[in-house]
C-alpha cells in the first residue's frame, strides 16, 4: 500500500488522535463515529505500515484486556518539489528536528 493512501481519510484521522493520546479501538470508534469493525482495519494497516504500535494494559472486565494504540515513532512526510528533484519520503524525527518543523510550518 503506498504511504500516501494510510495518510488519508479515517486513517489520518486516527494518527492525528494518536498524536495526542493513547487510545482504544472503542475510544477510536466512538470518536470518529464509526465502527470498532472499521476501526480495527485501519488499525491493523497501519501497524502494518509501522506507523502506530498497541500495548496491553490489563483488564477492563474479566477476559477483556484492554489494548491500546499509539504512535510508533516521530516522523514527518517530506515533500520536496523543484526543478529537477521531485520526492516524497517518510522519516524518523529527534525531538529538535521536530521542533525545528513545528516552527516551518506554524
Do not use: C
Not at 27 to 48: H, P, V
Not at 56 to 72: D, E, M, N
Amino acid at each position: 500500500m503506498e504511504l500516501e493512501t494510510l495518510l488519508t481519510g479515517t486513517k489520518w484521522e486516527i494518527l492525528e488522535l494518536l498524536s495526542k493520546e493513547k487510545l482504544s479501538p472503542l475510544d477510536l470508534a466512538n470518536k470518529l463515529n464509526t465502527t470498532i469493525a472499521n476501526i480495527s482495519q485501519q488499525l491493523r494497516l497501519l501497524e502494518t505500515a509501522n506507523l502506530i504500535k498497541k500495548e496491553k494494559t490489563g483488564q477492563i472486565k474479566p477476559g477483556k484486556p484492554r489494548t491500546l494504540y499509539s504512535l510508533a515513532e516521530d516522523y514527518a512526510f517530506i515533500t520536496i518539489l523543484s526543478k529537477g528533484l521531485a520526492k516524497k519520503k517518510l522519516i524518523k524525527i529527534n525531538q529538535n528536528q521536530k521542533g525545528v518543523l513545528k516552527h516551518l510550518i506554524s
